[in-house]
């Protein structure tokens, strides 16, 4: 009977007070897609992406004025550097931000995310220095802390049957942000030069040239500050819920044998505590993460390096393109993607399965890669027409790849553990995001001075490596490295514990 008393008295504050319950019952009453929950995630993420790659149409001419590079076939070398602090600062706070996702809930983490998109990469526009540029994306990505807690919010406020949906989302808006921030950074980076009747080199923009992409930015991510207010938390929080409760007069409410049983908080905080396994022991996570980490390396190097190969010089293997001309071919590119995401992707994801999506799409992604060097060898409408085709393409598959990656992370835990899950995926793939430039930007530099090379020569070998670190994560997608995780037909949360 007191058992009895004290679960009736449990759920009754959980169905009041715990915002997680909330959500379960407005999920419960969902008769169709939540098209505004997935709106809040559309912004967040994108949020998140736009200034992860925004720099790299512009951030050749930025490490050319900062005249740190002493020959022009150096500058790949610093850029990588610039490009990698941003994935380093990530990488130190990613499981910090889950930890507090998990404890704190999630709409905390994003706000502080947002606001600092706002700051940070507004002073990165001011850079004046190779070091100022430096530690400011560095910044920059130790408070951004997004991708992971919005990964695990997606999963939580859609029902079961949207869920691959609500993951499409977050995918699909990071995709396009990945590559609409380098188009803003193309269109509007030095616009005292590319719009001189709008913007005089005397004003603000023409003594920082590079502040204009910067701050629109910002300015959306501040938009996006402002609406999370209203974001709806999903994370269930029994424990701090069930003390609160009891400390207020409303406890009076209760029968006296029902305030009896719950005298002992202590005890009701170890009935409503859901266990912890070790994320680390967790194999079909772990190695999920590890497959993650691979196409992480590999997106990330080809993102540094097509924009390096398209400004790049004739003469050196590239496209001859200038920033404006890499910021259409990604516009066009972020189009193709949010039509191919949102109408195919997920009935592929039911009938295929998120495994077989990022299979199929690694293997088509290699033969596409490969013919990437002979591109350059085009010109006129032939070339703009191929590019952009071929940039569509490579991109859908990317996100495609990557959104079945997400959806088996996030099945391999329970929601009181995805936050921390998340964080150490990003952590790891940060780590490895953060090598991508780096190494991307060194790469492309060396193969640019072997030109003239028996084996390989200039761009193809930089493609042909871009090809081998994709294959080998292709081979890691099957057993006995990749382990799947088992189906989960509904949420461990804590009042079911």
């Known amino acids: 009977m007191a058992s009895a008393n004290r ?64 020959r022009e076939e150096d500058i790949g070398f610093y850029a990588g550097f610039v490009g990698s602090s941003f994935m380093v600062g990530r990488a130190l706070t990613s499981v910090l931000w889950g930890v507090v996702a998990d404890r704190d809930g999630r709409k905390p983490v994003i706000l502080m995310g947002t606001f600092s998109v706002v700051i940070f990469n507004t002073l990165f526009g001011f850079s004046t220095s190779f070091w100022m540029a430096l530690s400011m994306r560095f910044l920059l990505g130790c408070f951004n802390s997004l991708l992971g807690t919005i990964r695990a919010y997606a999963s939580e406020v859609c029902r079961e049957e949207h869920r691959a949906l609500g993951l499409s989302v977050v995918s699909t808006s990071r995709g396009i942000g990945l590559i609409i921030g380098p188009a803003i950074g193309g269109f509007f980076a030095q616009p005292a030069e590319k719009y001189p009747e709008i913007f005089a080199k005397s004003s603000i923009f023409g003594r920082f040239p590079f502040l204009l992409p910067c701050l629109l930015i910002s300015i959306y991510a501040a938009g996006v500050f402002v609406s999370c207010w209203w974001l709806p938390e999903t994370l269930h929080m029994h424990n701090e819920r069930v003390s609160a409760r009891f400390d207020r007069c409303d406890v009076l409410e209760a029968s006296s044998n029902e305030i009896s049983e719950v005298e002992n908080i202590k005890d009701v905080d170890r009935r409503v505590a859901p266990s912890k396994a070790n994320l680390l022991k967790n194999w079909p996570l772990m190695s999920t993460i590890i497959v993650y980490c691979v196409f992480s390396l590999q997106e990330m190097a080809y993102t540094e390096i097509f924009s390096l190969w398209a400004v790049s010089n004739k003469k050196y293997g590239g496209l001859g393109f200038s920033s404006q001309d890499v910021g259409i071919v990604l516009a066009i590119s972020g189009l193709g993607l949010l039509l191919f995401q949102l109408l195919l992707y997920p009935p592929m994801e039911r009938v295929l399965g998120p495994i077989m999506v990022t299979r199929l799409s690694a293997v088509i992604s290699l033969p596409l890669l490969s013919i990437y060097p002979y591109i350059a060898m085009l010109s006129g409408l032939a070339l703009h027409l191929v590019i952009n085709c071929a940039s569509i393409l490579r991109n859908a598959l990317s996100v495609s ?76 997608t099957f057993k006995p490295f990749l382990a799947l995780p088992p189906l989960r037909s509904k949420e461990n949360v804590a009042r079911k514990t």
């Open 7 to 70: 679960e009736r008295l449990l759920d009754k504050v959980d169905e009041k007070n715990c915002p997680g319950c909330r959500m379960d019952r407005a999920k419960e009453e969902q008769t169709g897609v939540p098209y505004k929950n997935l709106s809040y995630i559309w912004i967040v993420s994108l949020c998140t992406a736009l200034p992860i790659s925004s720099l790299f149409p512009f951030l050749y001419f930025m490490i050319r004025d900062f005249h740190i590079a002493k």
């Open 401 to 476: 790849l990557v959104t079945g990656l997400f959806i088996l992370q996030n099945n391999a835990v329970p929601q009181n553990q995805r936050g921390a899950a998340n964080g150490i995926s990003m952590t790891a793939m940060s780590v490895f995001k953060a090598f991508g430039p780096a190494g991307g930007g060194a790469l492309f530099s060396w193969a640019q001075k072997r030109q003239v090379a028996a084996f390989l020569p200039g761009n193809q070998m930089v493609f042909f490596i871009l090809n081998l670190v994709q294959f080998i994560g292709l081979v890691l």
